[in-house]
């Protein structure tokens, strides 16, 4: 299993959502098939066919966990995945 896919394990298994790296989110996001649009200090990822909006904003380096939890809940709802990776 790639990088992507341990990233994508790790986000849905929910034990370190504290200790996301912000850069990491983003990166997954978009190898599954999500856009950014940066306002500010907001990246806001969009996918066609995914109504939901994920808004994320950086704490430093990490990723905050409550939107690690919205975007587990994003996958989760739409079955989303990565190539190869169940």
Do not use: T, W
């Not at 790790?10 to 098939?33: N, Q, S």
């Not at 905050?64 to 709802?77: D, E, F, G, S």
């Amino acid at each position: 299993m790639g990088k992507h896919g341990k990233l994508l394990e790790k986000v849905l298994g929910g034990a370190a959502d504290a200790a996301i790296r912000f850069e990491e989110l983003c990166f997954l996001l978009k190898h599954l098939g999500f856009e950014a649009r940066i306002r500010g200090s907001h990246f806001i990822f969009r996918k066609p066919g995914i109504p939901e909006k994920i808004n994320l904003q950086r704490d430093g380096s990490q990723a905050k966990p409550y939107q690690i939890k919205q975007v587990r809940a994003v996958i989760l709802k739409h079955g989303l995945h990565i190539r190869g990776v169940q």
